[in-house]
């Protein structure tokens, strides 16, 4: 370093340069490829192409000749079905068939066996709503106070004393359901 001044970043951030600060090729980049400028030409100069012609030995042509014959007798045998192999895509296209239809019926019975899966449900909440709504019908027509003075009346009964009373406590996890409030 000239005059023993400290590096700083900006210097090191110039290391790919030579000391004359000129950039190298390659260094810190790759050298781009410039592509060949293409040639125009009008429609009527347009130069023909025409395929390229490789000059083969008589050797050579010869082993293209018998492997073209060995080719030939390939393709013409794998073209070819043998009664085995016709039965055998027979009996597979069968059993494929067979489970195509069996899959078919299977998926229908399970859509209308869902179908009348709700169905049914639909038609319990509609049976459960009416019996609920009979349920409270029988009960509002019920007159406490008639039965009350039936029961006095003709029957003799009487309001229970202090000491026919008896209470009582319940341990463990008993609860009472409570659907109306108690008059």
């Known amino acids: 370093m000239a005059a023993n001044r400290p590096t700083t970043a ?14 190298i090729d390659g260094s810190a980049a790759r050298k781009l490829q410039e592509v060949p400028e293409r040639r125009y030409y009008p429609p009527a100069q347009r130069p023909a192409r025409q395929p390229a012609k490789v000059a083969a030995s008589p050797r050579t042509q010869e082993r293209q000749r018998t492997l073209s014959k060995e080719a030939k007798k ?19 296209s069968t059993a494929v068939l067979f489970c195509c239809i069996n899959y078919l019926r299977l ?7 869902i179908s009348q899966v ?49 209470t009582y406590s319940v341990e463990g996890g008993s609860y009472v359901r409570q659907y109306q409030d108690v008059p």
């Open 10 to 23: 900006r210097r090191n951030m110039n290391s790919a340069r030579n000391p004359r600060g000129v950039y």
């Open 74 to 92: 390939n393709r013409a045998k794998a073209m070819s079905m043998n009664r085995k192999f016709v039965v055998f895509i027979a009996v597979v």
């Open 107 to 113: 998926k229908s019975d399970y859509t209308r066996k």
């Open 118 to 166: 709700a169905s049914l449900e639909s038609e319990l909440a509609q049976l459960k709503e009416d019996n609920d709504a009979y349920y409270s019908e029988v009960t509002s027509n019920v007159d406490l106070d008639k039965i009350k003075k039936i029961a006095i009346g003709r029957l003799g009964m009487k309001n229970p004393s202090d000491d026919q009373v008896m």
